[in-house]
């Protein structure tokens, strides 16, 4: 069911108008808030190790290690497309929410790679699910989930919808060029989905729920990370093609920026933060940001070893494993942050 734009009985605030202080919440007006309320994922079963990379391409499981932190990916077989791992990615979340298809009112779907130009496979998931309302796809590569959650956000604090899907979903393996030791050792298949309820808060950062989200891109760096065709399953071969070295200063760069600004847009300190979840592309890339955050290694959900680097699917897996082995508890503080081709970055805060 969709729902008609509501009345403005609740006020919903922009995250430069929440003040800092956690503590005079008594007075406010309540404000709608995106709650986080289950996560899932899915996994393709075949796992490819650095190893058994080192067979077909030249690379080596130490280079491999040492640069980019990646010990193996996942890689799907035909039967796992995107709309099959997305699926069971959000039902997976419902069930974590205690929720059915029947409380969803939409679902937008971050991919890179789509089974298809059209449908949206939010829309094939839509299907097989048995949900009503709308649902589409999002494209903004590896920020695809900010992106996706920032748009689920907007529905949820305007009345439009009230529990939302927000997934990503990923087959990379289809379109990297396996002769290219480059890229193919970087990436991995995989589908991370979280349901969004609305709720209420008092506009205060001690709230539960998403707090903010910040968007950027600058088509001026659209050669530095892109893929150089279609990506069906029916199209003709298309790979994606990088710049390595390029997306590396710009990912350290624009994910701090990104950062500081949602702290700075909830008056929060960097030691606020119980959780960094930061895009899984490269684990230098990870440790150069958690540096400048001052954050140790214990505050920072790391899965790129296990998952490599799986594009919009990669912060919700990463949550989903966090959420999975007890790391994420209620009234912790998450801060999410990507960057991908476009290029395409942004961050968003959310209280369990
Ligand atoms: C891709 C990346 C790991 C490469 O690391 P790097 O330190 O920049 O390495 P370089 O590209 O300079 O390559 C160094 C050498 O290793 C070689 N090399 C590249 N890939 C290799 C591999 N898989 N195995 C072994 N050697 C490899 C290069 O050919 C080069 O050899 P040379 O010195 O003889 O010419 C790194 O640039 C990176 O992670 N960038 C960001 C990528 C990313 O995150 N993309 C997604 C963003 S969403």
Redesign the pocket.
Known sequence: MQLGVEPPALTSRQPHDIAPELHDAADRPAVIRAILAGIGDYLPEHIVTNDELSRT????DQ??RE??GIRQRHIAQPHETCAFMATRAAQAALANAGATAGDVDAIILATATPDQAFPATAVRVQAALGARGFAFDVSA??SGFIYALSVADAFIRTGQARGVLVIGSEVYSRILNWQD??????FGDGAGAVFLRRGEGNGTGADTGLLSTHLHSDGAYGDI?YVDGATGRHDKPAHLV?N??E??RH?VTHMSETIDEALAANGFDHSAIDWLIP?Q??M??VDAIGKRLHLSAEHVVVTLDQHA?T?AASIPLALSVAQADGRLQPGQLLLLA????GLTWGSAIIRL
């Open positions: 391409v030249a690379t080596n280079w491999i640069r980019t590569a590896c030791r480059g890229t193919c050792v970087l990370l990088m390595g070295k997306v590396f990912a895009h592309a490269n230098r890339i680097n594009s990507a960057l991908g081709g």
